[in-house]
């Protein structure tokens, strides 16, 4: 089942210098049990292809007009870039697609909690209850390796090492 399709995905940038191009005609899909790795030299419009899967480029992007992207949920098939309303964009973002940015002091809120940061995430997306969200996140940081989860999760995110 394909997951996400990304087809002839054409970005510019209107910028005080003119029109600059980012990401040239990009196509590929996903489907479902697979994992896809974007690779490229610094500057190759990596992150602006992973952040167009989630709208999140600034208001000067310029999508080209035979970009499409396509997100496959249970019933629907959504056009990314259709969607207009912070409503409407919180189908992709943190519903069906998450994105951790690589620089690790905007990734977290250090004012916050794990648990605050990863409950939140749940009672929003998933609909759970508080209750269910706490138990959710102390698995999910067992999943990942972490000791002790149950204790860990009341912790803050520079109390964890930055890798």
Known sequence: MTLLTVENLDLKFDTDE????????????LNSGEVLGLVGESGSGK??????LMHLNPSNAVYGAGS??????????VDVLSLKSSRELKIVR????????QEP????N????????LTETLELH?????????????????????PDAERRVKDYPHQFSGG
């Open 18 to 29: 003119g029109r600059i191009t980012s990401v040239d005609n990009v196509s590929f899909e």
């Open 47 to 52: 992150s602006v292809t992973a952040k167009s």
């Open 68 to 77: 499409e992207i396509y997100l496959e949920l249970e019933r629907d098939v």
């Open 94 to 101: 943190g519903g069906a697609i998450s994105m951790i940015f």
């Open 105 to 108: 002091s905007t990734s977290l």
């Open 110 to 117: 250090p004012v916050l909690s794990i648990e605050r940061q």
């Open 126 to 146: 998933r609909g759970m209850t508080s209750k269910e969200a706490k138990t959710e996140s102390v698995r999910l940081l067992e999943l990942v390796g972490i």
